[in-house]
């Protein structure tokens, strides 16, 4: 084989090589662009289902504290009522309670 011509061959092939090694880098970077969009995405999702979570948890508590207040309201307004209907159901819980043995 004649000088030249291995010259030319050698060159062609770190010229591929040189090709691959810059495509695959473009690879890893593009990879590494794609992981670091995909964890902002999941953080911002994590932090908007965090609020919510904190809304409704917030909601929750002032409507139980709304109930807690009306019933107790009702309950000082309707002290014999109140003795009736706690006297009722826990009459029909142990009647259903003790039909299920």
Do not use: C, W
Not at 25 to 40: P, R
Not at 71 to 94: D, H, M, Q, R, W
């Amino acid at each position: 084989m004649a000088t030249g011509t291995k010259s030319t061959t050698q060159s062609k092939a770190h010229e591929k090589v040189d090709n691959v090694a810059e495509e695959t880098h473009n690879g890893v970077d593009n990879a590494a662009e794609m992981k670091k969009q995909s964890q902002e995405r999941i953080e911002k999702v994590a932090h908007e289902i965090s609020e919510q979570a904190h809304n409704i948890a917030a909601t929750a508590k002032n409507q139980s504290e709304q109930v807690t207040s009306a019933v107790g309201s009702y309950a000082k307004e309707n002290p014999i009522k109140t003795i009736g209907i706690a006297f009722l159901a826990g009459a029909l819980a142990t009647s259903l309670l003790s039909k299920r043995k």
